[in-house]
């Protein structure tokens, strides 16, 4: 008797956590929503932000404001996030970033694993490697050749220590055992502006920033960092068809809400952005920054996350790389 009953008790309770679940993911949102963009306005984490945001305003049927939180490379307003209510009425659209600072920032305030969850990874920018039009390499095979047999001899240009540029490049010399010398600057277009001068001889970029350069013909590309080629130079080979065994390296933006939040709300959201990365519109304004628009559920995304976590953890404590 004491099993049935607590069979019954149990199915009973399974019944009603469904409505519930239903009433709860149809409430929200209840009010405006908090969407912070931890960098200052005009960078392309605010210009993802910016696309979602509205979207998300119209299928929410809610008001969406985006507040720029800047400074401390991101962690300022991932910080405002990671301590928000657990409710879905704060959120927070973040890149690479939020996985590199996890181990370059000493005394991080939060717990990037425990006190986030993302909802989904929502965009991705392919990198391309670029060179001066003067390097003698036509490859990365000619490239890599000409590291190891000046170490230390060929200098790479960054947007700055820790950013993707530099970590990219760190990566790429902990995979083929090379060493060349950084030379970081205040963002990707002084670095562009001098890899276009000649004082350094290659860069991995954002394929949005070298695009212009491209065209031109004022920079030359060799090499796409994702596992499939770009669609916006399907030409360029990849750094795995370049010989660079199991390199993988893109720029991805991710919308995050506090941990904790409700999985109804959570499911909500991730529908509302799945239909957002389907909308053509939405297509070709990513494209338009270089961007694919993407999306995955979020348990994958929160794998996702952990494994970038990981994976630039190593490659920071190799380079030694030390914010600025």
Same mark, same amino acid.
């Given at each position: 008797?004491?099993?049935?009953?607590?069979?019954?008790?149990?199915?009973?309770?399974?019944?009603?956590?469904?409505?519930?679940?239903?009433?709860?993911?149809?409430?929200? &949102?209840?009010?405006?929503?908090?969407?912070?963009?931890?960098?200052?306005?005009?960078?392309?984490?605010?210009?993802?932000?910016?696309?979602?945001?509205?979207?998300?305003?119209?299928?929410?049927?809610?008001?969406?404001?985006?507040?720029?939180?800047?400074?401390?490379?991101?962690?300022?307003?991932?910080?405002?996030?990671?301590?928000?209510?657990?409710?879905?009425?704060?959120?927070?659209?973040?890149?690479?970033?939020?996985?590199?600072?996890?181990?370059?920032?000493?005394?991080?305030?939060?717990?990037?694993?425990?006190?986030?969850?993302?909802?989904?990874?929502?965009?991705?920018?392919?990198?391309?490697?670029?060179?001066?039009?003067?390097?003698?390499?036509?490859?990365?095979?000619?490239?890599?050749?000409?590291?190891?047999?000046?170490?230390?001899?060929?200098?790479?240009?960054?947007?700055?220590?820790?950013?993707?540029?530099?970590?990219?490049?760190?990566?790429?010399?902990?995979?083929?055992?090379?060493?060349?010398?950084?030379?970081?600057?205040?963002?990707?277009?002084?670095?562009?502006?001098?890899?276009?001068?000649?004082?350094?001889?290659?860069?991995?970029?954002?394929?949005?920033?070298?695009?212009?350069?491209?065209?031109?013909?004022?920079?030359?590309?060799?090499?796409?960092?994702?596992?499939?080629?770009?669609?916006?130079?399907?030409?360029?080979?990849?750094?795995?068809?370049?010989?660079?065994?199991?390199?993988?390296?893109?720029?991805?933006?991710?919308?995050?809400?506090?941990?904790?939040?409700?999985?109804?709300?959570?499911?909500?959201?991730?529908?509302?952005?799945?239909?957002?990365?389907?909308? &053509?519109?939405?297509?070709?304004?990513?494209?338009?920054?270089?961007?694919?628009?993407?999306?995955?559920?979020?348990?994958?995304?929160?794998?996702?996350?952990?494994?970038?976590?990981?994976?630039?953890?190593?490659?920071?404590?190799?380079?030694?790389?030390?914010?600025?």
């Amino acid at each position: 008797m004491i099993c049935i009953r607590k069979l019954v008790l149990a199915a009973c309770g399974l019944a009603l956590a469904a409505p519930v679940a239903t009433v709860l993911a149809q409430a929200y &949102p209840d009010r405006p929503i908090r969407f912070i963009v931890p960098f200052p306005p005009g960078g392309g984490n605010d210009i993802v932000g910016r696309i979602v945001a509205q979207k998300l305003a119209e299928g929410l049927k809610q008001t969406v404001v985006v507040d720029n939180r800047g400074g401390a490379g991101g962690t300022i307003g991932t910080d405002m996030t990671a301590k928000a209510p657990a409710d879905g009425h704060t959120m927070l659209v973040n890149n690479i970033s939020l996985a590199v600072n996890a181990t370059l920032i000493p005394k991080l305030p939060y717990d990037t694993l425990r006190q986030l969850a993302p909802v989904s990874i929502i965009g991705r920018q392919p990198n391309i490697l670029v060179v001066h039009p003067g390097v003698k390499a036509k490859n990365v095979k000619e490239l890599l050749d000409l590291a190891r047999a000046r170490p230390g001899g060929v200098n790479y240009g960054s947007g700055g220590i820790g950013t993707a540029s530099h970590l990219a490049t760190e990566l790429l010399q902990l995979t083929t055992g090379t060493k060349m010398t950084h030379v970081p600057y205040k963002g990707l277009g002084p670095a562009l502006i001098d890899l276009m001068g000649g004082r350094t001889e290659f860069i991995i970029s954002t394929m949005a920033s070298a695009l212009p350069q491209l065209k031109s013909g004022k920079l030359r590309p060799l090499a796409a960092t994702t596992v499939k080629r770009s669609a916006f130079f399907p030409e360029v080979p990849t750094m795995i068809e370049s010989g660079v065994a199991g390199y993988d390296f893109t720029t991805w933006y991710a919308l995050v809400v506090p941990a904790g939040v409700p999985k109804p709300v959570m499911a909500r959201l991730n529908s509302e952005l799945k239909a957002i990365a389907e909308m &053509p519109a939405v297509k070709e304004q990513f494209s338009a920054q270089g961007l694919e628009t993407a999306h995955t559920g979020s348990d994958e995304a929160q794998k996702y996350l952990a494994a970038e976590v990981a994976k630039w953890g190593k490659v920071i404590k190799a380079s030694g790389a030390k914010p600025d």
